[in-house]
């Protein structure tokens, strides 16, 4: 771990996926920055707090010895270790509910996988836009399909719940199987 680089170049990658989490260090690594890797919530809240990164990579799903982590529950942790970092969440699973409640925590971006590293770079960099400029114009969205609106919806209880599955199946009424069938689908995009 090389702590002579300036924080903006130092990256800390938190992602429980070897394969993934070894690519996007390469990456970064190779446009030039100081990178170190995390598996788990342990290791990455003692490496950020000793190491202050400028940038921290986390992964929305971090698996655990009980079952799923969530990144979230990361987020505010992080933010009180390292206060000057930004964090970008990625997930391959965005969901709106989870990318809100990211933001309030204190994440900086959020970013569905797989991810380009020149697009993950420039989350880092973006800064958000003056209260007192000229909104961005954008075109209307299209409406969200009745499956997107149902992943949304269940995304969303399921952060209620703090990730507890039959609790999320039980506030929706729901056999726990078939919410745990719905989940391990991939969302629909619209």
Known sequence: MNTEATPQRRFLVIDDDPVFNSVLCRALTRRGYIVNAAHDADTALAAAEAWQPGGIVLDLNLSGAGGT??????????????????????????????????IKLGATQYLSKPVEVDVLLA??????????????????????????????????????????????ARALQMHRRTLQRKLAKRPVKT
Not at 72 to 100: E, F, H, M, N, Q
């Open 123 to 168: 989350a880092f960099e973006a800064d958000m836009q003056p209260p007192d400029s000229a909104p961005v114009t954008m075109k209307p969205a299209a409406p969200l399909s009745v499956e997107r609106m149902e992943w949304e919806h269940i995304q969303r209880v399921l952060l209620e719940h703090q990730g507890n599955v039959s609790a999320t």
């Open 69 to 102: 982590l969530t990144g979230l529950a990361l987020v505010a942790p992080l933010k009180r270790a390292c206060p000057d970092s930004r964090i970008v969440v990625l997930t391959g699973y965005a969901s709106i509910a989870t990318a809100v409640e990211a």
